[in-house]
């Protein structure tokens, strides 16, 4: 064999060597991959089926419900526009309350509730994750009416 056959042979393993390599990656990142959609998002038919995804809001005040297990929650998540039945089992961040900011991770069943196996909660009264502060503004404009998400806050901001 000559010379250059050697390093055309060497060149093209190489490259089929990078290609399964990247193709196992790009495979592992889409697996992992979890989309976030609205309630409304939901409602109008928009979710994965058997397919995890992320779902943001606000936890509707008086919709918190525990079970005696104490870990055995169920919740609804709003947009103001659309609700959405949340089960979670699991303990829930320190800073989950109702109408708080939500995001929750999981799959919808074949009842139409979201289970949920993760929860996240805001981490400050000034912070909801951008997705959720984004649907609850389309919400709230769809509706005729403007209120940004910082605003629903309980406590007041402090001004520096």
Known sequence: MKSRHKKLALI?????????????VLNALNSN???YISPTDVAQ??????????????????????????VTIAFVVTDTAQDMLVHYKGILPDLFK????VVAQGKMSPDGTFVASEVLAKHDENYMPPEAAKAVDDAQKAAGKHVSPSSLSDKPKASY
């Open 12 to 24: 093209g393993g190489a490259l089929v060597i990078v290609g399964i390599i990247a193709a196992l």
């Open 45 to 70: 038919g928009k979710a994965p089926h058997g397919k995890a995804f992320r779902i943001g809001g606000l936890v509707k005040e008086g919709s918190l419900q525990r079970q005696a297990d104490g």
């Open 33 to 35: 991959i979890a989309l």
């Open 98 to 101: 109702e109408g708080k900011g």
